[in-house]
T-cell receptor, first 114, second 113 residues
Framework: AQTVTQSQPEMSVQEAETVTLSCTYD???????LFWYKQPPSRQMILVIR??????QNATENRFSVNFQKAAKSFSLKISDSQLGDAAMYFC???????????FGQGTRLTINP | DVKVTQSSRYLVKRTGEKVFLECVQD?????MFWYRQDPGLGLRLIYF???????EKGDIPEGYSVSREKKERFSLILESASTNQTSMYLC????????????FGQGTRLTVV
């Protein structure tokens, strides 16, 4: 079974600085999808960024980018120019290409210090 | 704008009660999911459904059942609520094919006393 591990329960960063959240996963599949979700205090889960495993290029969405290392099974999220609105729980998730369900990590709580 | 709506944001129930959590999506998605969220454990899948009247067990189905009579509606049922089912419950939906994301409801915080 696939597993997703987020080893940082909490992180904090100064406003305007850069922070990287770690995620590793375990799978025997070669084709799959990876996601980062954000859950602010409102509890509404929002997709931040997605990566398809067959694409070597790292995905980027404005201030958010990933470092996808397929061989190492690592999928970290970099947030540049951190803003107060980035404060939230962040979840890494995995979905096999032929599967329907998402497998989530434990989450990382990100605090932004003004 | 896509929408997944859960019937309650907060719910307090007594031990032994039968509890229904309702979820409706307006995106014509085939898949619907129920997750449970606990601190330090992330989101764990309880059940999911890929079609009307179809269901599959997730990682923690014990003590729960589900119902999907219509494509847009997916209900989670706690047959006899217990205190260890106090948690946040999240409903989600997605398309079957492609790298599509799952869309989530706003969550129901259930307390069993």
């Amino acid at each position: 079974a696939q597993t997703v591990t987020q080893s940082q329960p909490e992180m904090s960063v100064q406003e305007a600085e850069t922070v990287t959240l770690s995620c590793t996963y375990d799978t025997s599949e070669s084709d799959y999808y990876l996601f980062w979700y954000k859950q602010p205090p409102s509890r509404q889960m929002i997709l931040v960024i997605r990566q398809e495993a067959y694409k070597q290029q790292n995905a980027t969405e404005n201030r958010f980018s990933v470092n996808f290392q397929k061989a190492a099974k690592s999928f970290s999220l970099k947030i540049s120019d951190s803003q107060l609105g980035d404060a939230a729980m962040y979840f890494c998730a995995y979905r096999g290409k032929g599967a329907q369900k998402l497998v989530f990590g434990q989450g990382t709580r990100l605090t932004i210090n003004p | 704008d896509v929408k997944v709506t859960q019937s309650s944001r907060y719910l307090v129930k007594r031990t032994g009660e039968k509890v229904f959590l309702e979820c409706v999506q307006d995106m014509d998605h085939e898949n619907m999911f129920w997750y449970r969220q606990d601190p330090g454990l992330g989101l764990r899948l309880i059940y999911f459904s890929y079609d009307v009247k179809m269901k599959e067990k997730g990682d923690i189905p014990e003590g729960y059942s589900v119902s999907r009579e219509k494509k847009e509606r997916f209900s989670l049922i706690l047959e006899s609520a217990s205190t260890n089912q106090t948690s946040m419950y999240l409903c989600a939906s997605s398309l079957i094919k492609g790298a599509t994301e799952a869309f989530f409801g706003q969550g129901t915080r259930l307390t069993v006393v």
